[in-house]
């Protein structure tokens, strides 16, 4: 009998450190951003930044005027350039790669001036936010440049945008304009950032996407 306790004892303490090692395997790994060029004057964390400096989640980036910042963030972009006179943040730069298909959390906070990245398809439990003080942009594979004040412009995939508690749809080839507020053609005719790495200089055509704007009820 004595026996049979220990056995069964010894399988259950079997069973949870086979069940801590599996959650501490499957836990999110966190990413991080490498400056691949500077143009003027940039800062990474408070330092002036150089080519090949990596920068951490809770990371805040600026760019003085005329000048503009390149990032790689690797599975969490691929690529971001930081436009003049802009402060942006990494506020989450996180992905798991247990499953079948890779989590991927990228969230940054635009706190002035313009960003453009490039994001890549991922599965549909991935995420890519971008945070200005009025607008919360959440992209789908695609070309864009954000500005502060809610300007959202895209060229390749959608942009899900919440603009002062209402949804827009903005797809490839249109811009939303805060001013009306509302979805327009996309007044400018080339994206304004590298693709990055040659790896990732494929131009991919534009997924389909039904230009529906706004795509909630506007509130009377």
Do not use: C
């Not at 080519?51 to 599975?75: C, E, F, M, R």
């Not at 994206?191 to 990055?196: H, S, Y």
């Amino acid at each position: 009998m004595k026996t049979l306790g220990i056995s069964t004892k010894l399988a259950a303490i079997s069973a949870l450190i086979g069940l801590s090692t599996s959650l501490l395997i499957a836990a999110p790994q966190t990413g991080s951003a490498k400056v691949t060029s500077v143009k003027g004057s940039a800062t990474v964390g408070g330092e002036g930044a150089k080519v090949n400096q990596v920068a951490k989640p809770g990371t805040v980036l600026t760019t003085g005027v005329d000048s503009h910042l390149d990032l790689y963030l690797g599975i969490n972009g691929p690529t971001i350039r930081l436009l003049p006179e802009s402060i942006l943040s990494l506020d989450n730069l996180t992905y798991d790669d247990a499953g079948a298909e890779p989590v991927i959390s990228t969230k940054l906070g635009l706190k002035a001036g313009k960003v453009a990245g490039f994001v890549k398809k991922t599965s549909d439990q991935s995420s890519y936010i971008i945070e200005t003080p009025n607008a919360t942009a959440s992209i789908r594979g695609t070309k864009y440049l954000i500005s502060v004040d809610g300007s959202v412009y895209v060229w390749e995939g959608n942009v899900l945008l919440s603009f002062r508690t209402i949804n827009y749809n903005v797809g490839a080839g249109q811009a939303f304009d805060p001013a009306i507020p509302g979805v327009v053609d996309n007044p400018i005719a080339q994206w304004p950032a590298p693709l990055g790495p040659p790896e990732f200089e494929t131009v991919r055509k534009a997924e389909p996407v039904t230009p529906i704007s706004p795509i909630s009820p506007r509130t009377k």
